[in-house]
């Protein structure tokens, strides 16, 4: 139990790692948006390799993620104007916009690749997810 919510701790502070440290050294808007476009370049990539990709399926994850990234960027800078200062409430809003993505991505994936994806960790994720939100509720 203490091994899963050190995790969840870990993988939050990672996530927020960028806002944290904005509020120590300012980044502009442009640098934020540069690095996550940069995220997402690399997490397509990914993608491709490991799930073969065909164009239009590029295009719809492409879509999909820089979506869903900004508008997790965008809820979470409001959590952090707001001065929100409960990990539950910032885990929460990830989680929402996880689910999202595995939501669009088994839309967009034949059954070959999104078993390959859930193989590569949505599955594991997914179940993380939802025990938070049973927990939650």
Same mark, same amino acid.
């Given at each position: +139990? ?11 502070? +990672? ?17 934020? &948006? ?17 799930? !073969?990709?065909?164009? #239009? ?20 800078? !409001?959590?952090?104007? &707001? ?13 929402? #916009? ?22 590569? !960790? ?16």
């Amino acid at each position: +139990m203490k091994y899963k919510a050190i995790k969840i701790f870990g993988i939050a502070a +990672m996530l927020l790692l960028p806002f944290l440290a904005g509020a120590q050294q300012p980044q502009s808007e442009e640098e934020v &948006a540069r690095q996550l476009r940069e995220t997402i370049d690399q997490t397509i990539s990914n993608y491709e390799k490991m799930l !073969g990709l065909e164009d #239009w399926q590029t295009f719809y994850v492409d879509s999909i993620l820089t979506h869903d990234y900004e508008a997790l960027r965008n809820e979470l800078k !409001g959590l952090q104007a &707001a001065k929100m200062n409960s990990s539950e409430v910032y885990q929460q809003v990830q989680d929402k #916009w996880a689910e999202q993505v595995y939501v669009s991505m088994q839309k967009v994936l034949d059954a070959k690749q999104w078993d390959k994806y859930l193989k590569a !960790g949505a599955a594991r994720e997914k179940k993380a997810r939802d025990k938070r939100a049973a927990k939650r509720n």
